[in-house]
Each structure stands twice: as structure tokens, then as C-alpha cells.
């Protein structure tokens, strides 16, 4: 369970990431 | 206790997103290069993300007892696996952004003509893929694990300061010498850690050394390890946690293994190690001779009855080799007279190998003690619990009324088996914070 808890936070931490990277890109070329 | 643990849980998450985020930050301040194309900035912040989650990973194995707490190791190191793809995947998208919105971009994988920049960004994420495979086919392609952990370590090192070289003559952002001095400070620290985790940390082990006392055979393909310090005090450690073992050589030589003390922690005078017969290392402990020198890098690990130390009653939860950390604590209670109720549930192959099997027996009139073997391949008058340990079984011996935090249950045993139970455990309506696991197939 906790090793599940840990695979989804690993997923939320890519995709927070890849969010951040969107808004910084397009703070770059707006 | 709890309280203090989940705000340190919460703590460590937030300071890993925090510094997984910082280079984006920073490539905002100071003197920011003109924009370009939406797809090649993308590109860029998910490299430098992907960079600095990449030097994150040596924070995590780097065994910090503060970091490892509110987790316990065996999460920390599947999370280390986990975040490990998640990183490859941005790294990956860097590059192959690049190529797909400007294919010119593709001659750059020419390595002969390509610049330098380049040359060692395509290096780095070659050898970061051979990195992966190699660590998740580990077991798959027969690599001894001795081997694959100083490659692991060489070869993480070597990609993080080929993709340093990459964006500083890149340039682009780093445009400025102070934020070039930042980048190099950073790569520097990590290098410093691994230095400390690898050189300086085996140097203090050298001086805290510990000698065989002696090998003993155990039931379940299992030997006993009794280790006394040697010229030095030793140290304490709670029941239930685990050191990391380098037998023969000297601290430097990485063969190091982690094991769960089976031993009392009431023992100052001598620790114990119950090691099963499973792979390469394992099955050369009984060749330990007395007063061979080993080194112990230890104690490690939250899994300690010691941490709930507020139970009113403990329930254990063993498969096979998983009951070693459970017999340190039913040992220490023993040893502390402690009376509260206590349960185990020890799953086994046959009656023959349920290790400690003698010793549980004399335990019982010594300790509030409870036990409820459960026999793979029982004999033929067996009129206990047979099977894989299910919900019915644990439904059937369990307290019926479950008062949170009243009750902690500590769970070790093989993975298919500790999956099972955990699953076994919730349906039963015990509350999650109240299980508390390892597993020992750490790496």
C-alpha cells in the first residue's frame, strides 16, 4: 500500500513537473 | 510520534518538489535570454527538470536517517525505482522534442560532427537508458548485484556530469558566469555526497569494526550471524531495524548487504543477523569463520515496535525469512518483561523449516505471547492453519473490535505474500497508518 502510495506520488511529481514546464515555456514566448 | 513523523513525511515531499522545481526558477532570474520557439523552451525546462530530479536520486540512496523516518527504506527505494522512470521520461522528451518540431536537429546524434554540446547530451541519455535497463533487468540479465552497485554508482555519476558539461556549453541559459558557478556548486554537492556515502562513510566504519562470533544453522535454509564490536563500544538499536553488512574485506569493498538484527536490542554486548540462503552473498555467511572482521553500517529503518511504543497490544505478521526483525522484538520484549498481548501469525513452507521454531515455543510463557503458525505443506495430524495465511484466517484470530492506534501490526515477509495480507488487512477495516511493513529485498 505505501509502495502503491509512493508509485502514484513518483506520477503526480512527473506531471506537476511537465505542468510547471508548460507554464514556463510559455511564460518564455508570450 | 505519529504527529511528528507525518509532518516530517510532508516536509520531505514538499522540499523534494521544491528542489525538483528550483532550476526552472532559476532560469528566470537574472539576465533572461530572449525567447524562441514554445516547443524548444518546453524542451529545455524539461531537461533541466529532468537534470536536477536525476542528482535528487542520490539524495534518496544516500541512507539519511532523517529522510528515511516517516517512510521507512524499503519505500524509499522503491520510490528511488519509480521517480527514476518518471525522470527518464522528461530527460527523453528533451531530445526527442527537439527532433520532432525541428528534424535538422537530428544530424545533431551525428556524433563525429556534432559539437561537443551535443556529443555529451547524446552520451548521457544513452548511458542513462543502459543505467535503467541494467537496474530494472538486473535479476533478468544475471548482473551479480556487487558489480551492478559500483557500476550503478560510476555510471550515475559520469551522466550527471556529462549533462553538467552539456548545458553549460549549451549556454544558452547559463549565460552568465554566476549562474554557471551555481550550476557547477550544485554538480559539486552531489559529487561531495557520494564522496561521503562512498569514501569518507566506509573510513568510519573502519574504525568500528566488529568480529564473527559465531555462524549458527537456523530451520528454513537460515543462518544465525553473531557478531561482538571489536575495540570499540558498538552501538544500540532499536528491535526491528536493519544494518547494512560487509563481510571479509575492508568497508570499501561495496559488497555491502542489508539485514534485519534478529537479535535483542536489550544485547549491548553482541548483535545477531538471521540470513535465508537466497542469492550470491547469502549462501557464503556460513563460510564466516570466527573472529573474521565485518564491518555494520547501522541501524537503519522505522519497522521497531519501539516507534509505537504507545500499542496496548502488538500483532506480527511473519512469511518465511520475515520473521527476523519480528524475533528481535518478541526477544526485546522478553528481555524488558513486557506484558502487553501479543499475536503472530507466521506463515511457512512445512513444519520443518519454520525458523525459530524452538525458541518461539519458549518465548511464549515468557511474554503475553499468542501463535498462529500457518503451514504451506502440513504434516498429516496438523490441526492448525494451512494455506497461504487469507483474510479468514486473520478475520478468525484477530481481536474483533479494532481501537485505532490501540493496536499496531508489523508485517515482514515476501512481497506476493505482504501484498496479499495488506490487502487482507484493510478489508478487515484495520486502519492503514496502523500497518506497519518491510520488506527485505531492498535492492
Known amino acids: 500500500m505505501r509502495q502503491r502510495v509512493s508509485t502514484w506520488l513518483a506520477i503526480c511529481i512527473g506531471l506537476l513537473v511537465l505542468i510547471l514546464a508548460l507554464a514556463f515555456a510559455w511564460m518564455q514566448t508570450a | 510520534m505519529r504527529r511528528r513523523l507525518v509532518v516530517q513525511a510532508v516536509f520531505w515531499i514538499a522540499t523534494y518538489i521544491a528542489l525538483a522545481i528550483a532550476p526552472l526558477v532559476l532560469l528566470k532570474l537574472g539576465e533572461v535570454p530572449p525567447g524562441r520557439e514554445y516547443w524548444r523552451e518546453l524542451s529545455v525546462a524539461l531537461g533541466f527538470a529532468g ?23 524499503d519505500v524509499i527505494y522503491h520510490f528511488h525505482r519509480q521517480i527514476s522512470l518518471v525522470t527518464f521520461g522528461l530527460i527523453l522528451a528533451h531530445p526527442l522534442l527537439l527532433f520532432i518540431f525541428s528534424p535538422a536537429t537530428l544530424g545533431l546524434l551525428n556524433v563525429l560532427a556534432a559539437p561537443w554540446r551535443a556529443r555529451l547530451g547524446v552520451l548521457a541519455v544513452l548511458l542513462l ?43 544558452h541559459y547559463l549565460n552568465q558566469p554566476w549562474k554557471q558557478a551555481i550550476w557547477v556548486a550544485y554538480g559539486l554537492f552531489w559529487a561531495g555526497l557520494l564522496v561521503y556515502v562512498r569514501i569518507i562513510k566506509p573510513i568510519l566504519l573502519l574504525r568500528r569494526p566488529f568480529v564473527v562470533e559465531r555462524v549458527t544453522p537456523e530451520r528454513g535454509a537460515a543462518w544465525t550471524l553473531v557478531l561482538r564490536p571489536d575495540g570499540n563500544p558498538g552501538f544500540g538499536f532499536m528491535p526491528g531495524q536493519f544494518a547494512w553488512l560487509t563481510a571479509g574485506r575492508s568497508p570499501f569493498a561495496e559488497a555491502e548487504h542489508p539485514f534485519s538484527f534478529s537479535s535483542s536490542a536489550a544485547d549491548t554486548g553482541r548483535i545477531a543477523f538471521t ?28 519497522f521497531s515496535v519501539d516507534r509505537q511504543p504507545h500499542a496496548a497490544e502488538y500483532v506480527f505478521i511473519a512469511g518465511g525469512v520475515g520473521i527476523t526483525p519480528i524475533m528481535s522484538m518478541l526477544r526485546t520484549l522478553a528481555d524488558r518483561v513486557d506484558v ?41 495430524q ?62
Not at chain 2, 146 to 154: E, K, M, Q, V
Not at chain 2, 288 to 296: E, N, S
Not at chain 2, 342 to 361: G, I, M, N, P
Not at chain 2, 396 to 421: Q, S, T, Y
Open chain 2, 51 to 73: 537534470l536536477t530530479m536525476l542528482t535528487l536520486q542520490f539524495a534518496l540512496t544516500a541512507r539519511f536517517r532523517s529522510i528515511k523516518a516517516p517512510y521507512g527504506a
Open chain 2, 129 to 171: 537508458l543502459g543505467l535503467i535497463l541494467t537496474s530494472v533487468w538486473r535479476k533478468r540479465l544475471a548482473i551479480d548485484y556487487s558489480a551492478w552497485r559500483i557500476w550503478h554508482g560510476l555510471l550515475a555519476t559520469g551522466i550527471v556530469a556529462l549533462a553538467m558539461g552539456h548545458i553549460i556549453l549549451a549556454r
Open chain 2, 275 to 302: 540470513i535465508k540462503e537466497l542469492g550470491d552473498f547469502t549462501r557464503t555467511i556460513k563460510d564466516l569463520r570466527p573472529g573474521q572482521r565485518v564491518y555494520v553500517d547501522g541501524p537503519f529503518g522505522h
Open chain 2, 340 to 380: 502487553r498481548p501479543l499475536l503472530l501469525f507466521f506463515a511457512s513452507k512445512d513444519w520443518d523449516s519454520v525458523t525459530f521454531r524452538e525458541e518461539l515455543e519458549t518465548l511464549i510463557p515468557r511474554l503475553n505471547l499468542k501463535i498462529v503458525h500457518v503451514l504451506e505443506k502440513p504434516p498429516a
Open chain 2, 382 to 443: 496438523w490441526d492448525g492453519e494451512r494455506g497461504f495465511l487469507s483474510q479468514a484466517v486473520l478475520e478468525k484470530h484477530l481481536p474483533k473490535e479494532w481501537d485505532r492506534n490501540a493496536i499496531e501490526v508489523f508485517l515482514c515477509g515476501p512481497p506476493p505474500m505482504m501484498a496479499a495480507v495488506e490487502q487482507a488487512l484493510l478489508k478487515l477495516g484495520v486502519p492503514l497508518g496502523d500497518i506497519h511493513s518491510e520488506r527485505f529485498n531492498l535492492v
